[in-house]
């Protein structure tokens, strides 16, 4: 059973930055594909940015250049740093991960809630103007 868990959100004013982890089972990083999503209230979860088993990445639109997302095998940690943020990005943010086979349904599908069988319980982020 694939265990996560969220930490790093917080409150932050516009143009700041914030680092979420996600602490994973052991051997989690390392063989899973793993996602950050968000969901605001009254909306929709999105994916924001997907890691495969080898490191190929991926990322929603609203986030490229902003959001980076990367992962320590060692520590079975994954991270989304997140840089210049935007009032919009304000959301409950949730990790995810599933097997490694899901990777090339994410690059052609994107990065989308359905192809993720595990989830964290989220870490809020609140971004003010």
């Known amino acids: 059973q694939v265990q996560l868990k969220e930490s790093g959100g917080g409150s932050v004013q516009a143009g700041g930055s914030l680092r979420l982890s996600c602490a994973a089972s052991?051997?989690?990083?390392?063989?899973?594909?793993m996602a950050w999503f968000r969901q605001a209230p009254g909306k929709e979860r999105e994916g924001v940015a997907a890691?495969?088993?080898?490191?190929?990445?991926s990322y929603a639109d609203p986030v490229k250049g902003r959001f980076t997302i990367s992962k320590d095998k060692a520590k079975n940690t994954l991270y989304l740093q997140m840089d210049s943020l935007k009032p919009e990005d304000t959301a409950m943010y949730y990790c995810?991960?599933?097997?490694?086979?899901?990777?090339?349904?994410?690059?052609?599908?994107?990065?989308?809630?359905?192809?993720?069988?595990?989830w964290g319980q989220g870490t809020q982020v609140t971004v003010s103007s």
């Open positions: 995810a991960a599933d097997n490694p086979l899901i990777g090339p349904a994410i690059q052609s599908l994107g990065i989308i809630s359905r192809l993720f069988s595990y």
């Open positions: 890691i495969d088993s080898d490191g190929t990445t």
């Open positions: 052991p051997y989690t990083s390392s063989s899973a594909t």
